[in-house]
């Protein structure tokens, strides 16, 4: 399986900019997801990288280098709306499963 | 235009007891999940079903039993309740199960809090 790492909390500040990394290692990568959560809601498609780079959709962009089994998700102009929690899920091909595993999440908090 | 669909939203039952949570989906996937989310927020694969067929089960206790009546539904029935199975349920789809020429994203229901007491 995999092995999937992000930071817990984070806390940022209206206005800034913010980076959650992820790091994680797998034997047959197949895509790396990024989805927000907040409170008590369910999981929501932000971001998807297969290949390498920067993929950029309005005020959040997210990056994957393959060769150094990491991600990161840039969030923008946060928001007061933005704190949640932010998963990154890896998608492994390993087995022919193809299911995505997901990570703790890192719970962001956005303060005035 | 509800995307995917759980009943119930909250579930309270005793310790022992026999419970289903039922999930439907009208996005025409092809690919259902069940995940477990405990209260370290830590979402865990439990069931995937792909066209009817569990293609994923992973080590999960069989008092848990999946089942895909037809594409659009896929139910969780749970023997035996613990005080451990206490737990936010999500079910999921997405079209595909692989990445190949389409993001296959997941699309999540509104979740189902089961308290076992």
């Known amino acids: 399986g995999q092995n999937i790492d992000q930071p817990t909390e984070m806390t940022a500040t209206e206005g800034a900019i913010v980076q959650i990394n992820c790091t994680y290692q797998?034997?047959?990568?197949?895509?790396l997801f990024w989805y927000q959560q907040h409170a008590g809601e369910a999981p929501t498609f932000l971001s998807y990288?297969?290949?390498?780079g920067l993929e950029e959709k309005g005020r959040f962009s997210s990056f994957l280098s393959r060769s150094k089994g990491y991600s990161y998700l840039l969030l923008k102009e946060l928001q007061m709306k933005d704190s949640a929690s932010y998963l990154c899920?890896?998608?492994?091909?390993?087995?022919?499963?193809?299911?995505?595993?997901f990570g703790r999440g890192t719970s962001l908090i956005v303060h005035p | 235009d509800t995307a995917v669909s759980q009943t119930p939203k909250y579930l309270v039952t005793q310790m022992g007891n026999d419970k289903s949570i039922k999930c439907e989906q009208n996005?025409?996937?092809?690919?259902m999940y069940w995940y477990k989310q405990d209260s370290k927020k830590f979402l865990k694969i439990m069931f995937s079903?792909?066209?009817?067929?569990?293609?994923i089960n992973e080590t999960v206790p069989n008092r848990f039993s999946p089942k895909s009546p037809d594409k659009a539904h896929l139910n969780l029935h749970i023997n035996s309740l613990e005080l451990g199975d206490s737990a936010v349920y999500f079910c999921?789809?997405?079209?595909?199960?692989?990445?190949?020429?389409?993001?296959?994203?997941?699309?999540f229901g509104p979740g189902t809090r089961l308290t076992v007491l």
């Open positions: 999921a789809s997405s079209q595909g199960i692989s990445g190949l020429g389409s993001y296959n994203e997941q699309f």
């Open positions: 797998t034997s047959g990568f197949n895509g």
């Open positions: 990288n297969v290949l390498d």
């Open positions: 899920a890896v998608r492994d091909r390993a087995g022919g499963s193809y299911i995505p595993t």
């Open positions: 996005l025409g996937h092809d690919t």
């Open positions: 079903y792909n066209n009817k067929e569990l293609i």
